[in-house]
């Protein structure tokens, strides 16, 4: 059993902002009003709604950040969640005293969320305590050298309990004494930001990070149509083609000269046919692309793809020598994903075959995300990445053989607008009700197994309230059907490979942890049998 105590008495101060006074009126009173105001009293009523609509009362949230704030099932919750563990330990007042300095610096931190018909707006929470988003964890105890079983079963609990949608949508829950030290689990909601703009965040808070942003309030919208030309053209046409030209940079010069023809036309005059040649290169790779997207097939049925359950486990292994993983890859002619990725796909496959099942020719698909903001912006926080599906050959044995049909599989990907149209898509969901979206995005949840995030982190191990991040794991949700997620980080020198998934599905996903470092192990192996230096 978890005891879960929220330490009010060290909480810092509450946030409240003070209620505007009711004007209470009579109904006789009402009647008493000159029939002559009602036109005027059904304007005010439509003004109001329409301020809802287009997030004039508070920020409207992005399209693409609505589809992921409904895309909660009982079975998977749209939440990042991550582990630290700290040495030496630290003091639950100092860690509620870094948030309130750092954290709550992004308003994003202090809001919650108003949902409507169109969708949904950011509002400062008038009743914010810091002390229902900082809670302290005591975890049952375990024999010595088996504590992380305990704090692995209370992340995978954390994960299926919802977020208090009456306020902002995160937590840290803090465990002071784990291991000699302390262990931090967090948890946020995608709708407030993407992997990448949380990395930005964890900049802010750890000893010597960055500054957090200084805050700044966007004008009042326009009224009327001008208004909502202005709230299209802000929340969703300039992030959608300025990530456009970044995903197309991969697929060179011509294609991002086509997009910047397609945002300016009146260019195109003068470049003749050149442009037009980009433009039907362009063209083509997106409907190709886009026909890829939408017939993609079933992956292999396995153990791993079905119907999830409500529960879910969490398991992860001790970090791998990054300095390894890079001289396996510079000796193999692959990239540090390709060594990765097939160790995966290999630890997988075998998980599959200790189980009884046949994997030959089988092969799997993850989404993996893939970053389309713009260098700088990650402050900004909300979503701006795209998905991409890339297919695991967990049925090859051979590990030289998986690496470089990984490797082709991975190349086949770059210059894709495949990403860049999976967030298209997310934003038009974001647009469509509820039981529209979850039948849209649930075409894909159906052909996918597994999400696989791959996060470079820092080089060297940060320092949080004086302690050492010795070890740093994240996870983003699985949505949908989809019950098996895979995180690769590195940091600090090391990689770590974490494993959640859901019960019904995967019941022991230590058994796929515990064979990364082998399959890894093979291509090392294979390394050091290769020929080195010149022979006479």
């Not at 001008?226 to 294609?255: H, Q, R």
């Amino acid at each position: 059993m978890v005891t879960r105590a929220t330490a009010k008495k060290t909480a810092p101060r509450k946030r409240r902002a003070a209620a505007a006074p009711a004007t209470e009126m009579s109904s006789d009173h009402l009647a008493e009003k000159p029939v002559a105001t009602a036109p005027h009293t059904i304007q005010e009523n439509v003004t109001h709604a329409m301020a809802g609509a287009l997030g004039l009362n508070g920020e409207r949230m992005s399209k693409v950040d609505t589809a992921w704030l409904r895309m909660d099932s009982p079975s998977n919750l749209m939440m990042i969640v991550g582990v630290w563990v700290l040495r030496p330990g630290i003091r639950y007042q100092d860690l509620c005293q870094r948030i309130e300095d750092r954290l709550l610096k992004y308003s994003r931190f202090t809001q919650r969320v108003e949902e409507d018909a169109a969708g949904a707006t950011w509002v400062d929470d008038p009743d914010f305590d810091l002390a229902n988003h900082v809670v302290i964890e005591k975890l049952p105890k375990k024999p010595a050298g088996r504590e992380q079983e305990a704090l692995q079963d209370r992340l995978a609990e954390l994960t299926m309990q919802p977020l208090d949608k009456q306020h902002p949508l995160w937590q840290f829950h803090l465990v002071e004494h784990y291991r000699g030290g302390s262990a931090m689990m967090v948890r946020i909601h995608h709708c407030i930001a993407d992997g990448i703009a949380l990395i930005q965040v964890t900049q802010s808070l750890v000893d010597g990070g960055s500054a957090p942003p200084v805050r700044s309030h966007r004008g009042p919208y326009k009224e009327g149509v001008e208004g909502a030309e202005e709230w299209i053209a802000d929340a969703l046409l300039k992030p959608l083609t300025n990530m456009t030209v970044k995903a197309l940079g991969a697929a060179g010069d011509g294609a991002v000269r086509s997009m910047g023809l397609l945002m300016e036309p009146h260019k195109g005059v003068e470049k003749g046919m050149h442009s037009s040649l980009d433009m039907a290169k362009l063209a083509y790779r997106a409907v190709a692309d886009l026909a890829a997207l939408a017939l993609m097939a079933d992956d292999s049925p396995t153990r791993l793809k079905g119907v999830p359950g409500h529960s879910k486990r969490v398991a992860w292994c001790p970090p791998i020598s990054l300095a390894e993983v890079k001289a396996v890859s510079k000796a193999l002619n692959c990239s540090i994903n390709d060594v990765l990725l097939s160790s995966v796909a290999g630890a997988i496959g075998q998980y599959l075959r200790a189980k009884g099942d046949t994997v030959i020719d089988k092969e799997i698909r993850a989404m993996v995300p893939v970053n389309l903001r713009e260098a700088g912006k990650a402050h900004l926080l909300g979503n701006q990445f795209g998905l991409a599906p890339l297919v695991l050959p967990i049925g090859i044995e051979n590990p030289i053989e998986r690496l470089y049909e990984v490797r082709r599989r991975m190349r086949g990907l770059k210059g894709s607008m495949q990403p860049l149209l999976a967030f298209g898509l997310l934003a038009v969901a974001g647009l469509l009700v509820k039981p529209l979206q979850d039948a849209m995005l649930g075409l894909f949840s159906k052909k996918t197994t597994a999400v696989m995030t791959n996060v470079p982190g820092p080089r060297e191990k940060l320092k949080f309230c004086g302690a050492t991040v010795e070890e740093n794991l994240v996870w983003v949700p699985q949505s949908g059907t989809v019950g098996l997620g895979v995180s690769i980080l590195s940091y600090g020198g090391g990689v770590q490979f974490g494993v959640v998934s859901d019960t019904h599905l995967c019941p022991d996903p230590q058994a796929i942890i515990d064979r990364f470092a082998p399959e890894f192990a093979k291509l090392s192996t294979v390394t050091l049998m290769l020929p080195w230096g010149d022979e006479n």
